[in-house]
């Protein structure tokens, strides 16, 4: 079974740029994550799809960031404009949710986007 | 506010020796907590879950405790391994929400 993938595996732009992240998950898992990951630190959840349906986006700056599932299945997230401290990885991870109880299901990481803003 | 302490020092382990990471929280009532292995370059894999009404989990050399009252998780690695050398995260999860650790960094020496 192939892992999620995620693409570019790194990028490096000037600050001012877009730049966009794509993830396609496990196939069959219908809860995507988006996390942010600085160094020496644990993963900060950006946005959390339920199908299509952004059901968490809390924590997603908004100004600048935007993200979008399309069918349920992959999904893009982009920053627009970029600023420096945007450098970091950013991760998709995936589960299967099940019925009932949300968040006992094992997330799926992907290997990250390594984003470095100049 | 939410908070997770992990051991932020490496911990340096001699090979066939037990290595035992901490993880602590407070002002949070997870109804789960996760550990996850995170290798440089990679996602975090998860190792295993243990829910508030468990005390211990065990799998093949990994055992993991978790007191509520302490607010505490203890993950043990036993008969350690130069390839268990990692990043351990902790994870709590409850209210559809899943909060990390920052991790602790294993070196296990051959």
């Known amino acids: 079974e192939a892992g999620v993938v995620q693409s570019p595996r790194y990028k490096i732009i000037e600050k001012k740029q877009p730049v966009a992240f794509w993830c396609n998950p496990i196939?069959?898992?219908?809860?995507l994550y988006w996390y942010l990951q600085n160094l020496g630190q644990g993963p900060e959840l950006l946005i959390r799809y339920e199908n299509e349906e952004a059901v968490d986006d809390s924590q997603l700056p908004k100004d600048r960031f935007s993200a979008e599932r399309l069918k349920g299945v992959d999904s893009t997230l982009k920053i627009q404009p970029a600023e420096l401290g945007d450098s970091a990885v950013y991760l998709c991870a995936s589960s299967k949710t099940s019925g009932g109880v949300s968040g006992t299901d094992t997330q799926y990481f992907g290997p990250g986007t390594r984003l470095t803003v100049l | 506010s939410q908070k997770i302490e992990q051991n932020s020092e490496a911990l340096n382990i001699q090979e066939g020796k037990t290595a035992t990471l901490t993880c602590n929280y407070t002002?949070?009532?997870?109804?789960?907590l996760q550990w996850y292995r995170q290798d440089p370059g990679r996602g975090p894999v998860f190792l295993l879950l243990i829910r508030e009404n468990e005390k211990e989990k065990r799998k093949e050399r990994l055992k993991v405790t978790f007191d509520t009252t302490l607010k505490q998780s203890l993950f043990h690695i036993t008969a350690s391994q130069p390839a268990d050398s990692a990043t351990y995260l902790c994870?709590?999860?409850?209210?559809?929400?899943?909060?990390f650790g920052a991790g602790t960094r294993l070196f296990v020496k051959a």
């Open positions: 994870a709590l999860v409850g209210g559809f929400k899943t909060i």
């Open positions: 196939s069959g898992h219908n809860t």
């Open positions: 002002n949070y009532s997870p109804a789960y």
